[in-house]
Structure formats: C-alpha cells, structure tokens
C-alpha cells in the first residue's frame, strides 16, 4: 500500500501543496476569505454576474417554480421545460441547430470524446489544453497525440502522418492558464483539409469575446461546418453552473444516446437553467461589460510594462505573470493576500515545469481604484523579490 504521508510531504516539501480557503461572502470584486476582506483577482466571474441582482431574482423565481433539485437524470425524468428553453437559447446563441446541457463542463468533455470515438480512431490535442479536454482524450478509446502549443503546421503534420477511422481535433478557445487565443482558423483549414472534426471548449471565451459575446468563434466568424463541436460552461462569464455542447442535430441526438456523462448523471437544478437565461440575456445585451473587460486590460498592460513584470502575451481578462519557480510564486501570493489582494498562484502540473505564475483575472465589475490597488500591491510585493 502506498504511502500517503510520505507522498503528501514531498508535494509540500516541492512547493506544489495546495490549501483550500474558505470563503465568506458572494462572488463580486470584494470577498471574504479565511475572515479577511480582499479585492478579488482570482475569479472566473468575467462579466460580473455570479451575484447579479436579476441573477439572482431569477434563480429565486426558478426554485419557487421548480424546486431545489431535479430528482433525476435528463433521460429519466429530470429534464425540465426550463432546461428545455435554456437548451433552445444556447443553440440560437452559438448559432448551432441544437444545444445539450451537461452538468459540467469536466463532463461535458468527457461525454463527446468517449461518444465519438472508438478503437481505431484518433483524438489531437494543443499541448496547452485544459485538464479536461487532455482526460476526455485519454479517456477515449482513440490513439492519443498532441501536438505543439496554438501550431496549426504541427497539427496538419500529425493528421497527415496518421491514418484513422476518425479524426477528432480538442482544443480551447482560450487557454485558461495563458489567456491566449487559439488560431481558430487555421486549425479549421487542417481540420478541413485533412477529413477531421473540430472541437472547441470555450469556456473562458463566451460572453467575453466577439461583438455579442458569442466567443472565439465568434471573434473568427466561423460557423458549424469549420466548427461541428462547440462546449461552453455556465459558471464563468455567465456567473450560474453548469455547461453545454452545441452543434448539429445529429451530433445532438449521438450525444443524448451515448454519452456516459449526460446518461447516468442527475440533471442540474431548473432554477439553474432559469437563473443562466437572464445572465445571457444580460451577457448579450449589456455590451458595456465586455468594454469594461477591455479597458482594464489595456490599463493593465500599461502599468505592467512600466513595472517591468513579465507578462504573458493576452488579449482577455486572464493576465499571468511568470515567475518561473513555484516557491516565488507561492510567497508571492501569500505576501498578496497579507497586503489585501487576492490572486492565485498556478504551479505544476496545472502548468509545465518552471513556468509558474501569478494568474491575475479581471471582471467587468473591478473600479479603476481596485486595478490601482492591485499594482500598488504587485509593485511593492515584486520590488521585495528583485
């Protein structure tokens, strides 16, 4: 039998333990952690809407309505009209025929790879993807590649070197850790070229990027035949929980009758469904926010340059900056939160050896004052460790 303690003492003595915090206080730019009143820049709440008033009108509304829980798997009888209306209006949101709800967006990914795939098959994947997107692979029964990080030259050299039944392409939209864009395009010309599917997570790229919030499709104008598989989550920009995969009605209906992770698991609340109908309503119509998002990543930048900090090339509200050593990053971090700024720091093997990093993330509702808080902090905590 392994042992735990031994195990569990080397992850400490390498820098790479993690501790949970305890939170007291709804989500927004000022939270309560461990009993300390933070500026919060460590949120997936892009938009603001995690406790949006009409957010939370909604979800109210939607337990009267229907209750705590759904009681059961969509294919039993937990598939609510509400999860039927939030499913209609994702699918005319992402301008696909149809959209599936699945109960998380971990789930949801696993749920396509293993439907679609079989024993011969193959599943590519950015180097960079999402813990998710890589286990949903492994997780197939498809030979497993991956190819270099956003290089759509190394995908089309790994598609013609292989020959497969199918061909599933996984990548994100945006990449979580990095907060770049993936070349969309371009790995839909190899796609294309080469008979593969496309499938893209876009978790942290709808609601924030493009005219409407639509996301990194969106962004690149690129439809159902250059995207046949699109997966989103609710509890990000959307502030509620949950997730989605959108695409063609046969895609849809394979999903319904193969994936394992939409089959044998409870359906999500309705009041969830209810409550992420009036944040996409928002998300769409109050383009304010998505500006908001932009400004302070603009000002960002600047002041980050000024200060001399190395940071990643991003256009959205994900803003690392390495540090390289996970040790640094942790002090860092700690030294933060003591100075009243809470922000994450991301160590292997969420990200490859000697690249860890402060991961600064910013939301719709962050002040001009919070963003100057946070680099007053970033330079004093910075200048200690030149």
Known sequence: ????????????????????????????????????????????????????????????????????????????????????????????????????????????????????LRRGDGVFEDRLNHASLLDAGLSSAARFYRYRHADAGDLAAKLTARDHAEKLVMTDGVFSMDGDIAPLPKLAEACAKHNAWLMVDDAHGFGVLGENGGGSLALHNLGTAQVPIVMGTLGKAFGTFGAFVAGSEELIETLIQKARTYIYTTALPSAVAVATSASLKLAREETWRRERLQHLIKQFNIFASELGLQCMPSDTPIQPILTGDSEKASAMSRQLFEAGILVTAIRPPTVPQNTARLRITFSAAHTDAHLETLMNALESVFTKHD
Request: charge should be neutral.
């Open 1 to 116: 039998m392994r042992d735990l303690s031994k195990q569990l003492n080397e992850i400490r003595q390498s820098g790479l333990y993690r501790s949970r915090r305890i939170g007291d206080s709804p989500q927004g730019p000022e939270v309560v952690i461990d009993q300390h009143k933070v500026l919060n820049f460590c949120s997936n709440d892009y938009l603001g809407l995690a406790n949006h008033a009409e957010v939370n009108k909604a979800y109210i509304k939607g337990i009267e309505r229907w209750g705590s829980g759904s009681g059961a798997a969509h294919l039993i009888n937990g598939h609510s009209a509400a999860h039927h209306a939030l499913e209609e209006e994702l699918a005319e949101f992402t301008g696909r025929p149809r959209a599936l709800l699945f109960s998380t967006g971990y789930m949801a990914n696993l749920g396509i790879a293993t439907a679609l």
